[in-house]
């Protein structure tokens, strides 16, 4: 069994949780039968050809005037204290810092290889707004840093975010650092949670963090958004 203790129950900074759940309280997942479909298309016939369009059609996105919410901006202005440095490792062991996405709109998301619900359907949700972004998909960089490190290795998370996209940036590292970006996240994760039949779970934070070009805090999205939403917000910022 794995020793998690060093990052156990990590808790945010009190006074950003509380902004956060003023400013996007009430959001809340989709249903449990799209999340099936995120883990495993094959249970309605999904193949590998047309994964992306038949979730698309599911999450809204094919309907060409689907009604988007009057906001996808948070209650924390743009360039608060939220993000910072760190030295990470990617998927292919390369060694990453905040430096290598300058230029880049990067979109963060805590999360972990074996999460069953939040996980696998917001890596969809980016999976298919890049390729919705067509040629502008190059200035986002969205970025998965786990808070499983353990387990998450590179080669696991090389495996991994192909299933959903080629173009998702997976982060690891040491026990420590991953603690340490999540608090410059402000995000939160606790491993001591179980399951009814005893099977560990990581309970976290599900926000999106959108951050600048020159690295600074941009906005935060609930995991509730959709991939219109999320299409029409990097369109919107990547023209900035």
């Known amino acids: 069994m794995t020793d998690r203790s060093e990052y156990s129950d990590y808790q945010p900074r009190r006074g950003h949780r509380i902004g956060r ?10 249903g449990a039968a799209l999340t099936a479909i995120a883990i495993d298309p094959g249970i309605i016939g999904v ?4 994964t992306l369009e038949t979730l698309a059609h599911l999450l809204g996105w094919s309907r060409p005037h689907g009604r ?5 901006d948070s209650a924390i202005s743009p360039g608060a204290p939220i993000g910072g440095p760190f030295a990470l490792t990617n998927q292919f062991g390369q060694a990453m810092t905040p430096a290598s996405f300058r230029g880049r709109w990067m979109l963060v998301y805590f999360g ?3 999460c069953p619900d939040d996980c696998p359907l917001t890596l969809e949700k980016m999976a298919i707004m890049m390729n919705a972004l067509g040629k502008l998909a190059k200035h986002v960089a969205p970025v ?3 808070v499983d490190p353990t387990h998450d290795t590179p080669a696991v998370l090389r495996t991994y975010l192909p299933k959903f996209s080629n173009k998702i ?3 690891t590292g040491p026990v420590p650092e991953i603690a340490k970006v999540a608090r410059e996240y402000d995000a939160y994760f606790n491993t001591t949670d179980h399951e009814a039949s005893g099977q560990s779970l ?6 999106i963090y959108l951050m600048a070009p020159n690295g600074k805090f941009e906005n935060l999205f609930p995991v509730s958004i959709t991939v219109p939403q999320l299409v029409h917000v990097m369109k919107k910022a990547i023209a900035q």
Request: hydrophobic share 40%; no cysteine; glycine share 12%.
């Open 47 to 50: 193949t590998e050809h047309n």
């Open 21 to 30: 759940r003023i400013a996007i309280g009430g959001a809340i997942g989709l």
């Open 68 to 72: 988007l919410a009057t906001t996808t």
């Open 144 to 146: 998965f840093i786990t």
């Open 202 to 207: 990581i309970s976290h934070s599900t926000f």
């Open 169 to 171: 940036i997976g982060l």
């Open 112 to 114: 972990y290889s074996r």
